[in-house]
Protein backbone atom coordinates (compact mmCIF):
# COMPACT_ATOMS: atom_id res chain seq x y z
CA UNK A 1 0.00 0.00 0.00
CA UNK A 2 1.56 3.13 -1.19
CA UNK A 3 0.27 5.14 2.34
CA UNK A 4 2.96 2.86 4.25
CA UNK A 5 5.68 3.69 1.33
CA UNK A 6 5.17 7.41 2.28
CA UNK A 7 4.66 7.45 6.00
CA UNK A 8 5.48 3.82 7.14
CA UNK A 9 3.24 3.71 9.95
CA UNK A 10 -1.12 4.80 9.91
CA UNK A 11 -3.85 4.31 12.03
CA UNK A 12 -7.04 2.55 11.43
CA UNK A 13 -8.20 6.28 10.29
CA UNK A 14 -6.01 6.84 7.67
CA UNK A 15 -6.09 3.14 6.38
CA UNK A 16 -9.95 3.68 5.85
CA UNK A 17 -9.39 7.31 4.30
CA UNK A 18 -7.11 5.99 1.93
CA UNK A 19 -9.13 2.76 1.07
CA UNK A 20 -12.19 4.95 0.56
CA UNK A 21 -14.43 2.84 3.59
CA UNK A 22 -15.62 2.94 7.03
CA UNK A 23 -15.58 -0.67 7.45
CA UNK A 24 -12.73 -2.31 9.68
CA UNK A 25 -12.61 -5.47 8.42
CA UNK A 26 -12.38 -4.28 5.01
CA UNK A 27 -9.05 -2.93 5.93
CA UNK A 28 -8.01 -5.59 7.95
CA UNK A 29 -8.60 -7.67 4.61
CA UNK A 30 -6.15 -5.33 2.57
CA UNK A 31 -3.46 -5.93 5.50
CA UNK A 32 -3.36 -9.26 5.58
CA UNK A 33 -2.68 -9.61 2.10
CA UNK A 34 0.08 -7.34 2.73
CA UNK A 35 1.59 -8.72 6.09
CA UNK A 36 1.14 -6.35 8.85
CA UNK A 37 2.09 -5.65 12.10
CA UNK A 38 -0.10 -3.58 15.00
CA UNK A 39 1.71 -1.50 17.20
CA UNK A 40 2.19 -2.87 20.79
CA UNK A 41 2.10 0.60 22.07
CA UNK A 42 -0.75 3.27 22.20
CA UNK A 43 -3.22 0.61 22.42
CA UNK A 44 -2.40 -1.12 19.06
CA UNK A 45 -3.80 2.39 17.44
CA UNK A 46 -0.70 2.11 14.41
CA UNK A 47 0.02 -0.41 11.71
CA UNK A 48 3.09 -0.90 9.56
CA UNK A 49 4.49 -3.55 6.90
CA UNK A 50 6.56 -6.43 8.38
CA UNK A 51 8.75 -5.99 5.60
CA UNK A 52 9.33 -2.26 6.58
CA UNK A 53 9.90 -2.89 10.02
CA UNK A 54 13.64 -3.08 11.76
CA UNK A 55 13.71 -5.14 14.35
CA UNK A 56 16.00 -5.25 16.94
CA UNK A 57 17.95 -8.32 18.47
CA UNK A 58 14.68 -8.46 20.91
CA UNK A 59 12.22 -8.54 18.16
CA UNK A 60 11.50 -4.48 19.18
CA UNK A 61 11.26 -1.74 17.12
CA UNK A 62 10.14 1.88 17.43
CA UNK A 63 9.24 4.47 14.94
CA UNK A 64 8.58 8.37 15.93
CA UNK A 65 7.54 6.84 19.41
CA UNK A 66 5.76 4.31 18.42
CA UNK A 67 6.49 0.51 19.43
CA UNK A 68 6.26 -2.74 17.75
CA UNK A 69 7.13 -6.02 18.13
CA UNK A 70 7.56 -9.39 15.78
CA UNK A 71 5.65 -11.21 18.47
CA UNK A 72 2.32 -8.91 18.04
CA UNK A 73 0.61 -7.40 20.43
CA UNK A 74 2.09 -6.31 23.75
CA UNK A 75 0.11 -9.06 25.66
CA UNK A 76 2.40 -11.70 23.19
CA UNK A 77 5.44 -9.52 23.54
CA UNK A 78 5.42 -9.35 27.39
CA UNK A 79 5.27 -13.61 26.98
CA UNK A 80 8.16 -13.77 24.50
CA UNK A 81 10.62 -11.24 26.69
CA UNK A 82 10.15 -13.36 30.04
CA UNK A 83 10.31 -16.46 28.42
CA UNK A 84 13.34 -16.04 26.39
CA UNK A 85 14.91 -13.82 29.54
CA UNK A 86 17.80 -15.11 31.10
CA UNK A 87 17.14 -14.41 34.78
CA UNK A 88 13.55 -13.89 34.42
CA UNK A 89 11.99 -10.52 34.94
CA UNK A 90 10.91 -7.92 37.59
CA UNK A 91 8.09 -5.54 35.39
CA UNK A 92 10.15 -2.50 36.06
CA UNK A 93 12.98 -4.44 34.16
CA UNK A 94 10.10 -4.73 31.08
CA UNK A 95 8.73 -1.73 31.32
CA UNK A 96 12.25 -0.28 30.67
CA UNK A 97 12.70 -2.22 27.65
CA UNK A 98 9.16 -1.42 26.59
CA UNK A 99 8.56 1.49 27.44
CA UNK A 100 5.25 1.21 28.58
CA UNK A 101 3.40 -0.40 31.40
CA UNK A 102 3.04 -3.82 31.48
CA UNK A 103 1.34 -4.64 35.03
CA UNK A 104 -2.11 -5.88 33.73
CA UNK A 105 -0.67 -7.77 30.74
CA UNK A 106 1.67 -9.64 33.38
CA UNK A 107 -1.52 -10.30 36.02
CA UNK A 108 -3.62 -11.57 32.70
CA UNK A 109 -0.70 -13.88 31.49
CA UNK A 110 -0.08 -15.24 35.64
CA UNK A 111 -4.09 -16.40 35.61
CA UNK A 112 -3.84 -17.58 32.41
CA UNK A 113 -1.33 -19.54 33.25
CA UNK A 114 1.47 -18.57 30.77
CA UNK A 115 3.92 -17.29 33.34
CA UNK A 116 4.89 -17.85 36.94
CA UNK A 117 5.81 -15.33 39.18
CA UNK A 118 7.83 -15.66 42.73
CA UNK A 119 8.00 -12.89 45.52
CA UNK A 120 11.97 -11.87 45.95
CA UNK A 121 13.31 -8.63 47.65
CA UNK A 122 9.34 -7.28 47.98
CA UNK A 123 8.97 -7.77 44.69
CA UNK A 124 7.18 -10.38 41.98
CA UNK A 125 10.01 -11.81 39.95
CA UNK A 126 8.42 -13.12 36.60
CA UNK A 127 9.68 -16.25 34.95
CA UNK A 128 8.42 -19.54 32.30
CA UNK A 129 6.24 -22.22 33.36
CA UNK A 130 8.52 -24.57 31.60
CA UNK A 131 10.27 -26.40 34.59
CA UNK A 132 13.85 -26.25 32.98
CA UNK A 133 13.63 -22.95 31.85
CA UNK A 134 11.82 -21.75 35.54
CA UNK A 135 14.93 -23.64 37.00
CA UNK A 136 17.61 -21.91 34.96
CA UNK A 137 16.10 -18.44 35.51
CA UNK A 138 15.81 -18.70 39.16
CA UNK A 139 19.45 -20.00 39.45
CA UNK A 140 20.58 -17.24 37.16
CA UNK A 141 18.67 -14.41 39.20
CA UNK A 142 20.19 -15.64 42.69
CA UNK A 143 23.16 -15.55 41.52
CA UNK A 144 23.33 -11.76 39.90
CA UNK A 145 21.26 -10.65 43.47
CA UNK A 146 17.89 -9.76 43.52
CA UNK A 147 17.93 -6.11 42.29
CA UNK A 148 20.63 -4.93 39.70
CA UNK A 149 22.29 -1.94 40.71
CA UNK A 150 21.59 -0.44 37.14
CA UNK A 151 17.73 -0.58 38.49
CA UNK A 152 17.73 1.35 41.43
CA UNK A 153 16.83 5.24 40.98
CA UNK A 154 17.58 7.75 42.91
CA UNK A 155 14.62 8.47 43.55
CA UNK A 156 13.24 5.07 43.92
CA UNK A 157 13.24 5.57 47.67
CA UNK A 158 11.87 7.58 50.07
CA UNK A 159 14.41 7.07 52.29
CA UNK A 160 17.00 9.55 50.41
CA UNK A 161 18.04 11.96 52.87
CA UNK A 162 18.44 16.09 51.96
CA UNK A 163 21.90 16.05 52.29
CA UNK A 164 21.66 13.38 49.37
CA UNK A 165 19.40 15.22 47.69
CA UNK A 166 21.12 18.15 47.64
CA UNK A 167 24.95 16.32 46.36
CA UNK A 168 22.86 14.93 43.40
CA UNK A 169 21.54 17.91 42.53
CA UNK A 170 24.66 19.34 43.03
CA UNK A 171 26.39 16.82 40.85
CA UNK A 172 23.64 17.39 38.11
CA UNK A 173 24.70 21.04 37.62
CA UNK A 174 27.83 20.39 36.84
CA UNK A 175 26.62 18.65 33.64
CA UNK A 176 26.55 20.22 30.30
CA UNK A 177 23.24 20.42 28.63
CA UNK A 178 23.54 17.05 26.79
CA UNK A 179 24.77 15.41 29.97
CA UNK A 180 21.58 16.26 31.70
CA UNK A 181 19.38 15.56 29.77
CA UNK A 182 20.98 11.49 29.19
CA UNK A 183 20.80 11.59 33.10
CA UNK A 184 17.55 12.47 33.68
CA UNK A 185 16.47 9.82 30.70
CA UNK A 186 18.75 7.46 32.13
CA UNK A 187 17.07 7.41 35.59
CA UNK A 188 13.69 8.12 34.72
CA UNK A 189 13.97 4.48 32.17
CA UNK A 190 15.12 3.09 36.15
CA UNK A 191 11.82 4.36 37.19
CA UNK A 192 9.16 3.66 34.36
CA UNK A 193 5.68 4.42 34.46
CA UNK A 194 5.78 7.86 36.00
CA UNK A 195 9.52 8.27 36.06
CA UNK A 196 9.77 11.31 33.47
CA UNK A 197 7.53 13.31 36.31
CA UNK A 198 9.37 11.79 39.39
CA UNK A 199 12.58 13.48 37.83
CA UNK A 200 11.52 16.72 36.67
CA UNK A 201 10.11 17.47 40.48
CA UNK A 202 13.82 16.18 41.93
CA UNK A 203 16.11 18.15 38.90
CA UNK A 204 13.84 20.64 38.20
CA UNK A 205 13.90 19.87 34.18
CA UNK A 206 10.82 19.49 31.56
CA UNK A 207 9.07 16.34 31.47
CA UNK A 208 9.81 16.74 27.37
CA UNK A 209 13.58 16.94 27.95
CA UNK A 210 13.90 13.97 30.16
CA UNK A 211 11.45 12.14 27.39
CA UNK A 212 14.11 13.02 24.40
CA UNK A 213 16.88 11.49 26.69
CA UNK A 214 15.29 8.44 27.33
CA UNK A 215 14.45 8.39 23.42
CA UNK A 216 18.09 9.40 23.08
CA UNK A 217 19.56 6.86 25.52
CA UNK A 218 17.10 3.76 23.72
CA UNK A 219 17.81 4.95 20.35
CA UNK A 220 21.84 5.46 20.76
CA UNK A 221 21.55 9.11 19.43
CA UNK A 222 24.23 10.61 21.38
CA UNK A 223 26.84 12.86 19.74
CA UNK A 224 29.75 10.57 21.00
CA UNK A 225 32.24 13.00 20.41
CA UNK A 226 30.91 15.39 23.05
CA UNK A 227 31.68 12.56 25.57
CA UNK A 228 34.59 13.21 27.57
CA UNK A 229 35.91 15.27 24.83
CA UNK A 230 38.88 17.99 26.73
CA UNK A 231 37.24 21.17 27.38
CA UNK A 232 33.63 19.97 26.52
CA UNK A 233 32.27 20.43 29.56
CA UNK A 234 31.96 22.79 32.23
CA UNK A 235 34.93 24.54 33.97
CA UNK A 236 36.08 23.23 37.14
CA UNK A 237 34.74 25.15 40.49
CA UNK A 238 38.15 25.61 41.49
CA UNK A 239 39.55 26.78 37.93
CA UNK A 240 36.67 29.30 37.94
CA UNK A 241 37.28 30.80 41.44
CA UNK A 242 40.78 31.33 41.01
CA UNK A 243 40.08 33.19 37.99
CA UNK A 244 37.82 35.44 39.33
CA UNK A 245 39.26 36.56 42.93
CA UNK A 246 41.22 39.24 43.14
CA UNK A 247 44.41 38.42 44.19
CA UNK A 248 44.54 36.78 40.09
CA UNK A 249 43.42 40.38 38.74
CA UNK A 250 46.46 42.16 40.91
CA UNK A 251 48.64 39.90 38.99
Given at each position: MELFRQRTVATMAELKTVLGTNVDTTVFRKLRELDYVTSYSHRGRYYTLLELAEFDDRGLWWFRGVGFSKYGTLLATTEALVNTSESG????????????????????????G??????????????????????????????????????????DTD?????????????????????RRLYAGLEALKLGRGGDRRIAGLLGLDTKTIARGRRELLRR?????????????????????RRSSPRSKRS
Amino acid sequence: MELFRQRTVATMAELKTVLGTNVDTTVFRKLRELDYVTSYSHRGRYYTLLELAEFDDRGLWWFRGVGFSKYGTLLATTEALVNTSESGCFARELEMVLQVGVDDALAKLVKQGHLAREKIAGRYLYYSTRTRSKRAQLTARRARGSTPSIERSIVDTDELSDELKAAIVLFFSLLDEQQRRLYAGLEALKLGRGGDRRIAGLLGLDTKTIARGRRELLRRDVDLERVGKEGGGRKPVEKKLRRSSPRSKRS
